[in-house]
């Protein structure tokens, strides 16, 4: 019993006698009479007339009697076609329905329909006579059966069996080879109709790559060469060695990395039958599972054959993770058709009479393709099934070239493009994306040419009859060999073309260079030999079997280089590059994290060599167990995740690890240790010769005046303190002194160039000089930063039991709290005195230029001026501790405050970036004057002061005499403390305080000068903030230029609704968790 493509069962018995009939049934017979719709392929005139000759040799009636099936219907329409010349669909319908009692059983509409198909066929047919024609009264029933090759075989190998038996004639047995003879051809022609059927149903073989023609996977191809191709052409040297055929490969690799184009590569280079489909085909229920063993039926007939399964973790997901029934079942029926027995080649001497040929086993090669591995089910993935596997990964340079070379030598290019310039210019292309560049430049050739033909003809007219139209006025031969795509048209194309890795998380090889960097040549020769030489000379370090560190971190203080020198390695070595912002793979969501670091390093493995930056790194390691709560527990979760990934348990060739950071000693100490990030590179201020370079790196591209020194300048005393980031600030501020500068010159200009002259850089310089004449960085820095940390908690405290009962102070210092806070204003003192110590002893030049704000102060303490109040030291002190924790935690904290609740309210703050870029447009950066043509902006920042207060309970106040108060009795003395916090959201003075609406501060007097007793953010009277106008200056800008310069959202997965807005306890109150954004640059 063998079961046809259309549903039709043929039962063909082994041993026929005269009575004996050829039955064919259809399976759904006994459920619906109605007609179905024949494959005219069943069925061909040739076999007709051949069986037909055989069924009146062997003295056999092939009338069917009453029985009539929807074979016998297509054999009544052909006689009524051709014997009575009916030619109308009613008129045959009418007469069949008429003579014959089946055919009335019939619907009408079907049974209408498939009359109609059947006609249409035999007028489109071709007329032709095959030499073998047969008698016509029982032409009706000659091709009753649809035979395959092998049942043909079978029912041959059978007659001769019966003719032997009862003694045949020499006469009969030459009609039987004419008749052998003759269904040997018919086999060749029934196998022809197959291959050609499996062409029209889009699974014949692509007749485009071969293995020859792809670049760039060397490895690969030789690989598969030996493995697969070779068995397929030759499978006499396997069997003679004794070693199976591969039965399937697993190919993966990211989007566009040439999976498929491998797939058809191998199917055209072993020239078998190539049967592609696409995973959702097949995916479908009860019907995919049928699919599945028809696609493997046809792969069997045609052995040896490619199967093909394009996005296999489609059909073939993991089946604990299926919810469907039926998605099992099909997960099931594709592992049993790629059982190892199914793809066995049958050798030749086997015998091929079995019933059950639909289901023979084969040399079928089975190739998956997926970018998803981790997804398919573990059974598919081991030996007999997916027996070798092979990853596709991001192409380097080198075979970028290759890729490039194999797209463009059929091209015609200028004899000056080169080849590797351009896959330097594509970093993270993969094949796709190659072959959209190389697209995208012949668009740009061709209308470069077309606008170039337009020009010359509307220049130069060839004559009268031409017209401008350039289609209308072809190339001459000798014009078309000078058209060329060019170098410019393929760097053009590389800008316009994205690439498939960036947007799934690589970054773009750095464009800088160690020239850019400027000084650190020890760290140079450091990378170099560690990262650099390694990628560029693998082969070197195999042979020698040298293995290189694979971890570094970068330590230092801030703006001295180190992001510049990790874009450095990654620009000099050409690897994938993977840049990591601080705690960017945080997510609020549990191990959704983890998962991130996995994916990371599953990325970068694939795609090796790869170089993955993690910039400030102490965000995303810090010391286990130092914070508690769930928020502690998410991070050690991925300090944890990151150690897996580190520790070397999983190989990862080719993958190198770079973090920076300026607070190592936050840093977990396992990550620390040998085989992680074990190779610890400190990164100092740059001194006064690589100051100069670095000038010299950055002035590269701006025209400076021949007469600066930039050399000299950098070992100018006013630069000694500054850093690398500093430095570049300076030229920046420069370029805007000289565009300034311009623009006030504009209307004498005479149209000479921009150029920055020395008068400009020495006017940057007094515009970046920090505060304290010198930056604290590095450990100093640090420390003091974490001072004012643990002063701000400290502060915070209100149950000091001696301030209120002075005999009970024991009990403080029971509970460590006197101890705590004497020995944070010790080490507070102890900075404040090392920064007085450093002017003292004359750090700082004396030129009045250069003189900063303490130097000022110690300048009128040591002149005794009049100032109408006393300056000593302590005064000193007291002002310098008011700069950093007045002057900088509250104006941080309320930045931070003020883009929480713009991401939290998206309404308010598309509204303030159109009022702040309508305002800045054109303009890098908003300037001081402008922040009066922005009311929006000023009432957001007043919201937000009313709604996040930094200190609720404002600067303690003391009543100076007996005073009554709402009823209640101050006396002198006594401390009090105002609940600004309170006040801001009360009812009775505020419509909806607890909502974020910048709207009611316009056009509204309310002032933040302490005028207004709602609205108290500074205070008021004599305790009021001194600094209010420099706060909210620095405030306003500061919000303004983040909003005018970014756009923000919030990390994946989450909501602004889930933004958490929890304060914490202290003097100044600070948002519980940090504020995790990302900032996209707004062009």
């Not at 040549?521 to 042979?543: A, G, Q, V």
């Not at 590095?778 to 004012?788: A, C, R, T, V």
């Not at 002017?839 to 030049?845: A, N, P, T, V």
Request: overall charge negative.
């Amino acid at each position: 019993m063998v079961r046809t493509r259309s549903g039709v069962e043929v039962r063909i018995p082994e041993q026929h006698n005269d009575e004996d009939e050829i039955e064919i049934e259809d399976d759904n017979a006994a459920e619906d009479d109605e007609m179905e719709m024949v494959d005219e392929d069943e069925i061909t005139d040739q076999e007709k007339m051949v069986y037909e000759t055989l069924m009146r040799r062997s003295g056999r009636s092939s009338t069917r009697g009453t029985k009539r099936t929807r074979t016998h219907l297509n054999f009544e329409i052909d006689d009524l076609y051709k014997k009575k010349n009916m030619s109308d669909v009613d008129e045959i319908v009418d007469h069949l329905r008429s003579n014959f009692h089946e055919y009335r059983r019939q619907k009408l509409q079907p049974f209408t329909q498939c009359v109609k198909q059947r006609l249409s066929r035999i007028v489109s047919k071709s007329e032709s006579v095959d030499s073998f024609t047969g008698s016509d009264d029982n032409a009706d029933d000659a091709s009753e059966l649809s035979p395959d090759k092998k049942r043909l075989k079978s029912s041959d190998q059978s007659a001769r069996s019966r003719n032997y038996s009862s003694g045949v004639t020499d006469s009969d047995g030459e009609k039987e080879d004419k008749d052998n003879a003759t269904l040997m051809q018919l086999r060749d022609g029934k196998r022809n109709s197959e291959k050609k059927d499996v062409e029209e149903k889009g699974e014949k073989r692509i007749y485009g790559p071969r293995l020859s023609d792809l670049g760039g996977m060397d490895e690969v191809v030789t690989k598969l060469k030996r493995k697969v191709v070779l068995p397929m052409i030759r499978p006499e040297l396997d069997e003679w060695l004794g070693e199976s055929p591969v039965s399937g490969i697993l190919l993966h690799g990211p989007p566009g990395c040439g999976k498929t184009t491998l797939a058809h590569a191998i199917a055209n280079e072993a020239g078998v039958p190539f049967y592609c489909t696409d995973a959702k085909e097949l995916d479908s229920g009860v019907s995919g599972e049928e699919r599945i063993r028809e696609l493997f039926s046809k792969a069997y007939r045609t052995a040896p054959s490619i199967v093909f399964i394009d996005e296999i973790d489609t059909v073939a997901s993991k089946r604990e993770n299926l919810n469907r029934e039926t998605d099992r079942r099909i997960v099931t029926q594709l592992l049993l058709c790629m059982e190892e027995q199914s793809h066995r080649r049958v050798p030749e001497h086997d015998d091929v009479s079995s019933k059950d040929y639909a289901c023979r086993p084969g040399h079928v090669v089975v190739i998956g393709a997926t970018n998803r591995p981790d997804a398919l089910d573990p059974a598919l993935r081991r030996t007999g099934r997916f027996d070798l596997e092979i990853v596709l990964g991001v192409p380097d340079e080198t075979a970028r070239v290759k890729i490039l070379s194999k797209l463009t030598n059929k091209l015609k290019v200028k004899c000056d493009l080169d080849l590797v310039k351009l896959a330097r210019c594509t970093p993270g292309f993969v094949g796709a994306d190659l072959v959209g560049l190389v697209k995208e430049a012949l668009n740009l050739a061709k209308g470069r040419i077309i606008c170039q033909r337009e020009s010359e003809l509307s220049i130069e007219p060839l004559n009268e009859e031409y017209t401008e139209v350039w289609s209308k006025n072809p190339w001459s031969p000798e014009e078309m060999e000078k058209l060329y795509i060019t170098m410019g048209d393929f760097e053009e194309a590389a800008k316009m073309v994205q690439s498939s890795t960036k947007r799934k998380g690589f970054s773009n090889i750095p464009s800088v260079k160690w020239e850019d960097v400027g000084g650190l040549d020890s760290l140079r020769k450091n990378f170099e030999r560690s990262i650099i030489r390694p990628i560029k000379c693998p082969e070197y370090y195999e042979k020698l079997g040298r293995r290189s560190g694979k971890g570094f971190l970068l330590h230092g203080p801030p703006g001295c280089g180190k992001t510049l020198i990790a874009k450095a390695v990654a620009g000099e070595a050409g690897a994938n590059y993977i840049y990591i912002k601080g705690a960017e793979l945080l997510s609020k969501y549990v191990g959704e994290s983890e998962v991130a670091v996995r994916e990371l390093f599953t990325r970068a493995r694939t795609c090796s060599p790869c170089i993955i930056f993690f910039d400030e790194v102490d965000a995303l390691t810090t010391k286990r167990g130092t914070d508690g709560g769930e928020g502690g527990g998410v991070m050690a979760r991925v300090v944890n995740q990151l150690l897996l990934e580190l520790d070397g348990a999983e190989e990862r060739p080719g993958v190198y690890v770079i973090g920076a950071t300026n607070r190592r000693d936050v840093i977990d100490p396992a990550l620390l240790r040998s085989g992680r990030l074990d190779t610890q590179i400190y990164v100092p201020p740059p001194s006064a010769d690589e100051r100069g370079l670095i000038l010299k790196a950055l002035a590269k591209k701006i025209p400076i005046d021949a007469t600066v020194d930039l050399v000299a300048f950098g070992k100018h005393e006013s630069c000694k303190k500054l850093t690398g980031a500093d430095l570049a600030a300076l030229m920046n501020e420069a370029v805007d002194l000289a565009l300034d500068h311009k623009d006030q010159d504009s209307r004498n200009s005479d149209g000479t160039p921009l150029i920055i002259e020395a008068k400009h850089l020495e006017r940057a310089l007094k515009y970046i000089r920090v505060a304290l004449g010198k930056k604290y960085g590095n450990d100093k820095g640090n420390s003091y930063k974490y001072l004012i940390g643990e002063l701000n908690k400290l502060l915070g405290y209100f149950s000091s039991i001696g301030e209120y009962i002075p005999l009970l102070c024991w009990v403080d210092c029971l509970r460590g709290l006197r101890g705590k806070v004497e020995k944070v204003a010790d080490e507070v003192d102890a900075f404040l005195e090392s920064v007085l110590g450093d002017h003292r002893l004359g750090e700082l030049d004396n030129d009045d230029a250069n003189k900063d704000f303490v130097s000022i102060l110690l300048e009128i303490q040591k002149q005794n001026t009049d100032t109408g109040f006393s300056i000593d030291r302590d005064c000193i002190k007291a002002i310098i501790l008011d700069m950093f924790f007045a002057g900088t935690e509250t104006s941080s904290t309320t930045l931070d405050w003020t883009i929480a609740a713009l991401i939290k309210n998206p309404g308010v703050m598309t509204k303030l970036q159109n009022e702040i870029r309508e305002v800045g447009r054109g303009k890098l950066k908003i300037l001081e004057g402008d922040l009066a043509k922005m009311p929006y902006l000023k009432a957001v920042i007043k919201e937000s002061m009313r709604l996040y207060f930094t200190v609720p309970l404002l600067m303690p106040r003391e009543a100076r005499q007996d005073v009554k108060v709402t009823g209640y009795d101050i006396r002198s003395g006594t401390q009090v403390l105002v609940n600004a916090w309170a006040i801001a959201r009360d009812p009775s003075l505020w419509h909806n305080p607890e909502e974020f609406r910048p709207e009611r501060f316009l056009n509204n007097p309310i002032d933040y000068k302490g005028h207004h007793y709602e609205y108290l953010p500074f205070g008021a009277g004599r305790r009021v903030c001194p600094g209010i106008k420099f706060a909210m200056a620095v405030n306003e800008l500061a919000v303004a230029n983040v909003v005018h310069r970014f756009d923000f959202e919030l990390p994946h997965g989450e909501n602004m609704e889930d933004l958490d807005m929890t304060s914490v306890t202290g003097m100044t109150v600070r948002r519980k968790s940090p504020l995790l954004v990302i900032a996209t640059p707004h062009v």
